[in-house]
C-alpha cells in the first residue's frame, strides 16, 4: 500500500493533492474527524478514480473514527478495481472494527475467490466469525490459514485459541507445540486452560504455578491458578497473590480479584483485610472503598459507615459500593436517587436496574410492575427439547461434567460447571442444542410488549447472541446462591435433569426463584415467583432480575444456562 499515491494528474494538481493529505492525516490524528473528511475529500476530487489513494484516505478516516465514510472510500475502490483482495481485506477489517460483522462477513464471503489461497483472508474472515459468535468456523478459518503460513504464530495461536474455545481435543497438542519454549504467556495459559478442560486439573496447575512465577501480573493466570487450587481443596488457593502485590507495577485490578476471590469463598472479612493491605502499600481510595463494601457484606455496616462518611465528598453519584452500604444501612431513598443518576449516564448497567427494582418493591413503587411485571418477561417453553434428544443430551453433559469441577468466585454452592462456551462447542448435539434455545428465544421476543423506556423491551425487535453458555449439576444440599447475570439482557435454564421430589408443591426443592435479593443487601425480599423444574423446560427471564434455587436432598439437578445479549 502506497503512503501517498503517485498520481498521473500534472505537477500542481499533485502538489495540492499531497498538501490536502497531509492537512487531512494532521486532522485525523487530532481528532478533529469533520475537518479531515472535508480535506480528504478535496483530495479525492482531485482524482476519484484512483483506488489506491481511496484506500489511503479510508485507512485515516477509520484511525480517526470515521467508519462510514470510510467504508465508502473503500467500497468506491472495491467498485474501481474489484480484483483487489487488499481492498476488501481492509474494508472488512474497517467494518468490524464499526462494529458490524455482519456486513464485514458479507464482504469477505463475496471475494472467497479472491482471497482462498490467501492465510491473511482466512485470517480476517476468522475474526469476523468469533464477533459472530461462531467459533467453529473461526476455527475453520484459523486451520485454512495457519495451513498456508505453518510459520505464523499469529495464526496458530488462533487455531489454538478457537480449538480450545470449542472443546475440541487437539487443543491440548497445539498449545503443547506453541508453550515448548516456555516464553510466551499466552501459550502457557491457553495450555493450562486446554488441559482443565480436558480434566488434567493437576497438570493445568503445575503449569499456572510455573506461569506465575515467571509472569507474576498475569491476571488470568493468579485467577485460574487459585480456581484450581480450591477445586483441589488446598488452603494456600491466594497464596500466590501476596508475592504478586509485591511486584512493581502491581495495579488495583491485582488486589481487587485477591479480594474478590476470597469474599467469594467465604472469607468476606479477609477480602475488607486485603482491601485494606492494599490501601496501605499505595494509598488509593478505590481500596477503602472496597474494604467499606466488604465490611457490608460481612455484616460490619457500622464499620463501613465509618468509612463511606470520609469518603463522601468523593464517591460519585453512581458508586455501586456505596449504594449497596445505602441499602444495608435503610438509607433506600438515598440509593434510590444514586441509583436513578446512574442510570441517566448509563441505560444499559444491568446491575444498577437490578437495585432500583428493589428500592422500587421496598417502597411500593408501581414502576416495580412496569420492570418487571409486564406480560410475556418470564417465558416458561415447556418441551423446548424432545424427550429422545434430552437423553443424548443428558450422556453427553455427564461425560462433561465427569471432567469438569467446582469452580470459584461463581453463584454455585457446592456442584461442577463445564468450562467454556458450551453451546458453541464442536459436537454436533451442540449446534441442535444452540438451535432449539434460539427458536424458543425468537418465540420469547415476539411475545415481549413494546415499550420504549424499558430496558429490555426497547431492545426487543433486535439481532441476539449468547454472550455466555455453561452446565451445572448438582446434588444433595447443593443450590445457587441469589445473583444476576451483569453482561447479559436476558438469562436462561434449560432443564436435563431433575430430583425427583421437585415435583412436590409443598416443599420447592430444587425450585428456581426469581427476585430474591442476596441476604447481604439486608432488604428483606422474598422471590417474586418460583418455578418448578421439569425436563425439557426452558425459562427465560429478564438479566435485571436476582435468582437462585433452592436446596434438595437426593438425586441430580443439571441445567444448561445461557445469556443472551441483544445487539
Given at each position: 500500500m502506497r503512503d501517498i499515491p503517485t498520481l498521473g494528474a500534472p505537477s500542481p494538481a499533485r502538489a495540492l493533492l499531497t498538501d490536502y493529505l497531509a492537512a487531512g492525516r494532521h486532522a485525523a490524528q487530532v481528532g478533529d474527524g469533520a475537518d479531515a473528511k472535508s480535506l480528504f475529500a478535496r483530495a479525492v476530487a482531485l482524482d476519484p478514480n484512483d483506488a489506491s489513494l481511496l484506500n489511503h484516505v479510508a485507512r485515516h478516516l477509520a484511525d480517526a473514527g470515521e467508519w462510514e465514510v470510510a467504508c465508502a472510500y473503500l467500497e468506491s475502490a472495491i467498485a474501481l478495481e474489484p480484483a483487489q483482495l487488499e481492498w476488501h481485506l481492509n474494508l472488512s477489517i474497517h467494518l468490524l472494527r464499526a462494529g458490524e460483522p455482519r456486513r464485514a462477513f458479507t464482504v469477505l464471503a463475496a471475494a472467497e475467490n479472491l482471497g482462498r489461497r490467501s492465510p491473511r483472508y482466512w485470517s480476517a474472515r476468522a475474526n469476523v466469525m468469533l464477533r459472530l459468535d461462531a467459533p467453529l468456523a473461526a476455527n475453520f478459518c484459523f486451520d485454512q490459514a495457519a495451513g498456508m503460513a505453518p510459520d505464523n504464530r499469529r495464526y496458530r495461536h488462533g487455531l489454538a485459541r478457537t480449538a480450545l474455545e470449542t472443546g475440541k481435543p487437539e487443543a491440548v497438542c497445539l498449545y503443547r507445540e506453541l508453550a515448548a519454549d516456555l516464553k510466551d504467556a499466552e501459550a502457557l495459559l491457553g495450555l493450562a486452560q486446554a488441559l482443565d478442560m480436558s480434566g488434567d486439573h493437576d497438570e493445568a496447575m503445575h503449569i499456572l504455578e510455573r506461569v506465575v512465577q515467571k509472569f507474576p501480573l498475569c491476571h488470568d493466570a493468579l485467577r485460574l491458578l487459585a480456581d484450581l487450587k480450591w477445586s483441589a481443596g488446598r488452603a494456600d488457593f491466594l497464596?500466590?497473590?501476596?508475592?504478586?502485590?509485591?511486584?512493581?507495577?502491581?495495579?488495583?485490578?491485582?488486589?481487587?480479584?485477591?479480594?474478590?476471590?476470597?469474599?467469594?469463598?467465604?472469607?468476606?472479612?479477609?477480602?475488607?483485610?486485603?482491601?485494606?493491605?492494599?490501601?496501605?502499600?499505595?494509598?488509593?481510595?478505590?481500596?477503602?472503598?472496597?474494604?467499606?463494601?466488604?465490611?457490608?457484606?460481612?455484616?460490619?455496616?457500622?464499620?463501613?459507615?465509618?468509612?463511606?462518611?470520609?469518603?463522601?465528598?468523593?464517591?460519585?453519584?453512581?458508586?455501586?459500593?456505596?449504594?449497596?452500604?445505602?441499602?444495608?444501612?435503610?438509607?433506600?431513598?438515598?440509593?434510590?436517587?444514586?441509583?436513578?443518576?446512574?442510570?441517566?449516564?448509563?441505560?444499559?448497567?444491568v446491575e444498577a436496574w437490578a437495585m432500583i427494582d428493589l428500592a422500587w418493591r421496598l417502597s411500593g413503587d408501581p414502576r416495580h410492575g412496569w420492570l418487571h411485571g409486564q406480560p410475556g418477561l418470564i417465558g416458561v417453553f415447556d418441551n423446548a427439547v424432545s424427550n429422545a434428544r434430552l437423553r443424548e443430551t443428558r450422556c453427553w453433559l455427564e461425560a462433561l461434567h465427569d471432567r469438569s469441577r467446582s469452580p470459584l468466585g461463581q453463584s454455585l454452592v457446592g456442584g461442577t460447571q463445564t468450562l467454556g462456551s458450551l453451546i458453541n462447542r464442536h459436537e454436533p448435539i451442540a449446534a441442535e442444542l444452540k438451535e432449539r434455545c434460539e427458536t424458543a428465544m425468537l418465540s420469547y421476543l415476539s411475545g415481549l410488549p413494546a415499550d420504549d423506556s424499558h430496558p429490555l423491551l426497547r431492545h426487543r425487535s433486535r439481532r441476539f447472541a449468547t454472550t455466555g453458555s455453561w452446565s451445572v449439576r448438582l446434588s444433595r444440599g447443593e443450590h445457587h446462591a441469589d445473583h444476576i447475570h451483569p453482561n447479559g439482557m436476558i438469562s436462561a435454564v434449560l432443564y436435563v435433569t431433575v430430583p425427583p421430589e421437585a415435583s412436590d408443591e409443598s416443599r420447592h426443592l430444587g425450585w428456581l426463584r426469581i427476585g430474591s435479593p442476596p441476604s447481604h443487601l439486608a432488604t428483606g425480599l422474598q422471590p417474586i415467583a418460583t418455578f418448578a423444574p421439569a425436563e425439557g423446560r426452558l425459562i427465560l427471564f429478564p438479566s435485571t432480575l436476582y435468582h437462585g434455587t433452592m436446596p434438595f436432598s437426593s438425586g441430580t439437578r443439571t441445567t444448561v444456562a445461557f445469556d443472551i445479549h441483544l445487539l
Open positions: 497464596h500466590h497473590f501476596a508475592d504478586a502485590t509485591k511486584q512493581s507495577g502491581c495495579t488495583f485490578d491485582v488486589w481487587k480479584l485477591w479480594a474478590r476471590l476470597a469474599a467469594r469463598s467465604g472469607q468476606i472479612l479477609e477480602a475488607a483485610r486485603i482491601a485494606n493491605r492494599g490501601y496501605s502499600a499505595n494509598g488509593a481510595i478505590d481500596f477503602l472503598r472496597l474494604e467499606a463494601d466488604y465490611l457490608g457484606e460481612a455484616g460490619e455496616v457500622d464499620r463501613a459507615a465509618r468509612i463511606f462518611d470520609c469518603l463522601e465528598p468523593d464517591i460519585e453519584l453512581g458508586d455501586l459500593p456505596y449504594i449497596r452500604h445505602c441499602f444495608r444501612s435503610g438509607a433506600v431513598e438515598r440509593a434510590e436517587d444514586r441509583l436513578g443518576s446512574l442510570l441517566a449516564r448509563q441505560p444499559d448497567n
